[in-house]
């Protein structure tokens, strides 16, 4: 086993799931502090400069440059260290498995086979005869984003080893809360002194991502008037059935199993409640900025028309922005684009620009001054007990940042 796919083992068995329940603290969850504690003991063991583990769980260092280049503009590294909430993410039991080919199986829980194939996922067929990081099937793996992690972690490892090899100086950052919309907001960007960062944090080797969804949360609220059944007619107001009517009005085609691309969507996360109080939690994506606007107008307009139905104040709804298309400002920085892609082929791969349906601390960053594109991180299926990462993807990244470094460890001055 090499030594980057002990590091995700390792990093995997740390249960550091985020939940959106405990969203009003930071971290959301206890154990992203093990987490954190964890990669802060590592980085100081690699001998990683002004290492600092917070009362958030953010953990930040820098890396000294090569001889020759100090005067050059910092580099941010990140990754986030929460793993995804929508599927059993605690206990992980992660392993290396040598595929064979065909089904690649995780694991059987209650008499199911957890297993993926080809057909699925094409990419395994160039990966017989290799290693791949999955788990037992009882839970998801958390490549997203602890693949990053093991990454930029080796590639420091290699810096250590070889100080000559050239790059910037380096700033990096894991940080807590991304798969809950919060992510690197608290990070002090001034303290940390990057002067521009990319974000390891995508799937398939090959991908760089510089554009992203603009989204929110949306809550909405439902209130009703319970009464006896018998003596309901022209009385009951069932908060449920709002909701229910609620759903029914947002377009059914708008919803992310039917979408692709650069497509939007309407995401209904959870509902919950009884007769009286009842709400659901949505998640609203797009890439173009007026269709997002146009979908909170929609979703307001479905709310009116529920009210109108069933009367005045049986419905609200309350948007929270979480993340803007960071395309809007990345394509204003090529030199960070064209060192990416160079990095890439310099590491034998050749990039691909891929729209993200989703969202990256990048988007937050860049829109917060801090311009920071996004790159694979070489993980598969993630949010569920299917997702698995090639042990070569990740080795072949770590060539990537090298790439990366000897490249933005060149530019004058930046």
């Given amino acids: 086993m090499g030594d980057i796919a002990e ?26 502090h093990a987490m954190a504690a964890l990669l802060g003991r590592e980085l100081e063991e690699l001998g990683a400069e002004d290492v600092s583990v917070d009362a958030h769980a953010y953990v930040t260092a820098r890396w000294p440059a090569s001889p020759g280049r100090e005067g050059l503009p910092r580099l941010g590294l990140c990754a986030h260290l929460d793993t995804a909430w929508q599927a059993a993410g605690d206990p992980v039991r992660p392993r290396v498995v040598r595929y064979g080919g065909g089904p690649l199986v995780m694991g059987e829980v209650d008499g199911e086979t957890v297993a993926v194939t080809p057909e699925e996922e094409p990419v395994l067929l160039g990966l017989a005869g290799t290693d791949v990081v999955v788990t ?58 990057a002067a521009w960062a990319f974000t390891i944090d995508t799937g398939p080797l090959g991908e760089v991502t510089l554009e992203t969804f603009n989204a929110c949360d949306a809550l909405v609220e439902a209130r009703g008037r319970a009464v006896h059944t018998g003596w309901a007619k022209g009385v009951l107001v069932n908060a449920c059935e709002a909701l229910a009517a609620f759903h029914g009005l947002l377009p059914a085609a708008e919803r992310p199993e039917h979408t692709e691309g650069r497509e939007g969507f309407y995401h209904l996360v959870s509902m919950e409640g009884e007769c009286e109080r009842a709400h659901a939690r949505y998640i609203v994506r797009d890439h173009d900025r007026a269709g997002f606007e146009r979908r909170r107008d929609v979703m307001a307009a479905a709310c009116d028309h529920v009210n109108r139905a069933m009367g005045a104040g049986t419905l609200s709804v309350s948007f929270r922005d979480t993340y803007r298309n960071m395309g809007e400002e990345v394509g204003r920085h090529p030199e960070l684009v064209e060192a990416a892609f160079g990095a ?17 601390d990048g988007a937050q960053l860049t829109f917060r001054g801090l311009p920071c594109p996004n790159l694979s ?9 299917r997702e698995f990462v090639p042990v070569r993807e990740m080795e072949v990244m770590v060539d990537v940042l090298e790439h990366l470094g000897r490249r933005l460890g060149s530019l004058p001055g930046g």
């Fill in 377 to 385: 991180a070489g993980y598969h299926l993630a949010h569920s007990r």
């Fill in 136 to 193: 037992d099937g009882t839970s998801l793996l958390g490549g997203d984003d602890k693949a990053g992690i093991a990454e930029i972690m080796a590639y420091l490892e290699r810096l250590a080893a070889d100080p000559a090899i050239p790059h910037p100086p380096l700033a990096v950052a894991f940080v807590p809360d991304e798969e809950i919309g919060h992510g690197a907001a608290l990070l002090d960007l001034d303290a940390w002194g």
């Fill in 344 to 360: 890439f082929r310099d590491a034998g791969v050749e990039p691909s620009a891929v729209p993200m349906r989703g969202g990256t």
């Fill in 7 to 32: 590091r995700l083992v390792r990093y995997c068995t740390v249960a550091s799931q985020s939940s959106p329940d405990g969203a009003g603290a930071v971290p959301s969850t206890p154990s992203q």
